[in-house]
């Protein structure tokens, strides 16, 4: 047998990755109110709409296509030791908020009130997926998976400014895959993407990259890929 080489077998993962999400999101459980018909149309959502093409053009508010598009503005953090996935007790659920705190901070400071929220809901969500209550959160743009465009829209909210107890919520939930997210400055500036087993963060340059990734050398993944 000849195994497809490392280029290869990122794209096949890549690929796996993308149709189980596409499967996992169109089986999910019915009746959650994350679909809106149009997107706000106010001058905070057309102002954010310009900042986002300003920052990621050509690219959406999704974590796997923003890694894809961006990848010397990329690097991937991992959340618990031994690139260990999921959380098993309450002192790994600590140190994975530890982790997410620990880079957020470092982007960004302390004051979690001046970060943004998109979340991202499919129209038809996945069953393990935290019920999306839109209070406080107002609808931003419908996309379409560019790696997958049979899957169906997707639905962006932003919520403009989280409390503390919010975040560790958002987190957490991305840590136990209830949720997709991209957490940013209000600049756009930076994004970081919270999943379950760590986070994609993608910064302004390859240079601020490199300084991130050193000073956080421990939390890579020991593949090739940075995966």
């Not at 960004?108 to 009130?113: C, I, K, R, Y």
């Not at 829209?153 to 975040?167: F, G, H, K, N």
């Not at 209830?178 to 970081?192: C, E, N, P, R, T």
Request: proline share 7%.
């Amino acid at each position: 047998m000849t195994w497809p080489s490392g280029a290869r077998l990122t794209g096949v993962a890549d690929w796996v990755d993308t149709r189980w999400r596409w499967a996992n999101q169109r089986l999910g459980a019915q009746g959650w109110k994350v679909q809106f018909t149009e997107p706000e149309d106010s001058e905070r959502a057309k102002l954010l709409t310009r900042s986002w093409d300003l920052h990621w053009p050509d690219s959406e508010p999704l974590g796997w296509v923003l890694r894809q598009n961006w990848p010397d503005r990329w690097v991937r953090f991992h959340s618990l030791p031994g690139s260990k996935r999921y959380a098993d007790t309450e002192d790994e659920r600590a140190e994975i908020l530890r982790r997410h705190r620990t880079v957020l901070a470092d982007l960004h400071g302390s004051d979690a009130a001046d970060l943004l929220v998109i979340s991202t809901q499919w129209g038809i969500p996945a069953p393990n997926h935290a019920p999306f209550d839109p209070d406080g959160a107002w609808p931003w743009r419908i996309v379409l998976n560019p790696l997958d465009r049979e899957a169906g829209p997707i639905y962006c909210w932003v919520q403009s400014e989280v409390d503390e107890q919010a975040l560790n919520a958002i987190l957490l939930n991305a840590a136990d895959d209830k949720g997709q997210f991209v957490i940013a400055d209000k600049g756009l500036s930076w994004l970081y993407c919270p999943y379950d087993g760590g986070a994609d963060v993608l910064v302004g340059g390859p240079e601020e990259r490199d300084s991130l990734r050193d000073r956080y050398s421990d939390w890579l993944s020991a593949l090739e890929s940075g995966l």
